[in-house]
């Protein structure tokens, strides 16, 4: 067995209030190996909070603990500024939920896509360029010179994902971190998002965690799957036994999951026994 890329022990995270600290994320425990683990729930339930600490992005005053939180042999309890730097574009890599939030609109494809390179290697100009071209075209974007040359307000919604998608695979990070990569895509688009991130994750192989309320897509595309609630960990499983879940909670969400046979309905409440 190989060991997980990411452990995670008792992982909590806290914000001051008035009334002392307010936890968001509370004592949760998982592990990410090579393969696709969701991360799922419905809004607040702490799932991108957990995905910001392990990337070290937490907003100004959460307190996060941990007993364990292990990246790559890596305490990433005790990591500084200069340390984040030197793991985020080599060790992790993290895709945001709308690529005209992750784009600067002032500078062209090209040049944010070789910025990891830039920073993490010493690969002459015309090298980037040759690898920049490599990945764009691996992401599936037609043209991929004509795109290199563009600015991101010339990119379409998926487009500009899958240039996002370049950017965080350029430097072959160990995982990625994918926070609602697709949300801001039809479900066409939703669909040729998550193909693109398994094979790719499968070619080089990473790890990724995919956060998702989707639990539809996650029971296509993931291997495991967490379900969160109120900042704890309710239920872990493979992808296949989300129809059939234990507990009350992960099936009112598989229950309320959009199709055609709901529409026009009203969806399930799960309402809580406590």
Do not use: C
Not at 171 to 183: G, H, V
Not at 204 to 228: C, K, N, P, T
Not at 246 to 255: E, I, K
């Amino acid at each position: 067995m190989l060991e997980p890329l990411l452990s995670a022990e008792e992982l909590s995270i806290s914000f001051p209030s008035d009334a002392g600290l307010v936890s968001v994320v509370d004592r949760i425990s998982f592990s990410v190996g090579h393969e696709i683990l969701a991360l799922v729930g419905e809004s607040g339930s702490g799932k991108s909070m957990t995905g910001r600490a392990i990337m070290g992005l937490l907003p100004r005053g959460a307190v996060m603990r941990a007993r364990r939180l292990v990246f790559d042999s890596k305490d990433l309890t005790t990591r500084s500024s200069a340390d984040w730097n030197a793991l985020r574009g080599t060790g992790l890599g993290l895709i945001l939920q709308d690529p005209r939030y992750s784009l600067n609109p002032a500078h062209r494809v090209g040049r944010q896509v070789e910025e990891a390179l830039l920073l993490h290697t010493k690969l002459s100009a015309v090298e980037r360029r040759e690898r920049a071209l490599d990945m764009l075209e691996k992401v599936g974007l037609p043209d991929p010179k004509r795109i290199y040359a563009s600015y991101p307000a010339a990119l379409s919604g998926g487009m500009g994902q899958r240039v996002m998608i370049a950017a965080m695979l350029i430097n072959r990070p160990k995982l990625l971190i994918a926070d609602e990569p697709t949300s801001a895509l039809d479900r066409d688009l939703q669909d040729q998002m998550l193909t693109l991130l398994r094979s790719l994750t499968e070619e080089f192989g990473m790890g990724l965690l995919l956060i998702s309320h989707d639990l539809q897509q996650v029971s296509r595309y993931a291997d495991r799957v967490l379900v969160m609630r109120q900042g704890r960990i309710e239920e872990e499983m493979t992808s296949a036994d989300l129809s059939h879940a234990g507990s009350p909670y992960t099936r009112a969400l598989w229950a309320a999951r959009p199709s055609a046979a709901t529409y026009g309905t009203r969806l399930p409440v799960y309402e809580d026994e406590q």
